[in-house]
């Protein structure tokens, strides 16, 4: 019994938005504020040639590209090896 509870709380009836075609995703868009309208694009991960179709609302890539850039930051960041100003003095 449990087990139905589970697997019913999986299924979502949320649409498929990387297996729309481009008119069923614009008629989607048609019908959803402008910060939730759905944006595709085609990404390849660098361990890998294959690219990969990843849809996501305006909202989501606005949070995507803000951590991107986060993290960029964090690597490009030049590290501190010098000592606390406590023993320095």
């Given at each position: 019994?449990?087990?139905?509870?589970i697997?019913s709380?999986c299924s979502?009836?949320?649409?498929?938005?990387?297996?729309?075609?481009e008119?069923?995703?614009?008629?989607?868009n048609?019908q959803?504020?402008?910060e939730?309208?759905?944006?595709?694009?085609n990404?390849?991960?660098?361990s890998?040639?294959?690219?990969?179709?990843i849809?996501?609302s305006?909202?989501d890539?606005i949070?995507h590209?803000?951590?991107?850039?986060?993290?960029?930051?964090?690597?490009?960041?030049?590290?501190?090896?010098?000592l606390?100003?406590?023993?320095?003095?």
């Amino acid at each position: 019994m449990s087990l139905a509870i589970i697997v019913s709380a999986c299924s979502s009836n949320a649409p498929s938005f990387s297996r729309m075609n481009e008119v069923d995703l614009a008629a989607y868009n048609r019908q959803q504020p402008p910060e939730k309208h759905i944006y595709c694009v085609n990404e390849g991960d660098t361990s890998t040639f294959i690219r990969k179709r990843i849809c996501r609302s305006y909202e989501d890539w606005i949070v995507h590209n803000e951590r991107a850039a986060m993290t960029l930051e964090v690597l490009n960041s030049r590290p501190n090896y010098s000592l606390p100003n406590s023993i320095q003095e």
